[in-house]
């Protein structure tokens, strides 16, 4: 089942659901974290709404010249508030006073330093996400929804997963779940040689508010089988897997 709550101040809301085992939490108390899903002891993800300046969002961070010197090659604007906002809610995940090193591998794909913990960051318009987990890898994905996703769908889908999508008004939403599972996948794995088209292949399956997709991921003559869980949120796609 899909919340969702707009323009309300509302107390802290603690969900629990017994078949995934995890806990929900909407916010919405003056604060930017919006929602926050433990998954299980190991792993969970939060979602910001980018509210603040970049200059209200530095202020919660402690940065090395190295992260200075990368955070000013931004100009002012929606990149530099990703940057900003993702940083942010790790340290809101982590829950810790202490400086995080945060670099990228030479893939891309960032991890953390001088923490255990294996994360994901991923941004769109005016959210930010986050998921961290000890279990092993993972990776998360959020896409705002737009049509003009249908002119792109032969590069991301094969035929065959064309075939199951629908033929009506969920149409974009299935389209934009399935980008996101493979997005999802692709920052989990961390090759950046990984096709989206040629390695990844989705099992058909009807498309809900919220539900779990199954993603082969396909390399090295290996086949992975992936449970991607994916979710509607407001106007906005999430999907996101562990390892």
């Known amino acids: 089942m899909l919340y969702k709550f707009k323009n309300t101040v509302l107390p802290l809301i603690l969900l629990h659901f017994s078949k995934q085992k995890s806990a929900i939490c909407f916010l919405n108390l003056g604060m930017s974290l919006v929602y926050l899903r ?14 603040e300046s970049d200059d209200d969002l530095l202020s919660k961070l402690q940065l090395d010249e190295r992260e200075k010197a990368k955070l000013g090659s931004f100009n002012k604007g929606k990149r530099r508030l990703h940057w900003l906002a993702t940083r942010v809610l790790l340290r809101t995940l982590l829950n810790t006073s202490r400086y995080i090193e945060c670099p990228s591998d030479a893939n891309g794909k960032p991890y953390l330093a001088n923490f255990p913990q294996k994360i994901s960051l991923s941004h769109s318009f005016d959210y930010a996400a986050a998921m ?12 705002i929804i737009k ?32 980008w996101c599972a493979k997005e999802a996948i692709y920052k ?23 539900g779990i997709l199954k993603l082969e991921l396909h390399s090295d003559q290996h086949t992975h089988l992936y449970d991607v869980h994916y979710e509607k949120f407001n106007e906005y796609m999430l999907a996101y897997a562990v390892e």
């Open 38 to 51: 433990e998954i299980d002891s190991q792993t969970k993800f939060a979602i910001w709404r980018i509210e």
């Open 188 to 210: 989990l794995q961390g090759n950046a040689g990984v096709s989206f088209l040629n390695n990844m292949t989705i099992q058909p399956f009807d498309y809900q508010v919220q």
């Open 132 to 143: 961290i987990s000890t279990k092993g890898e993972v990776g998360i994905d959020m896409e």
């Open 147 to 178: 049509t003009k996703v249908e002119r792109i769908q032969h590069k991301f889908l094969k035929p065959a997963e064309l075939a199951f999508i629908a033929q009506d008004e969920n149409r974009y939403e299935q389209l934009y779940a399935c």
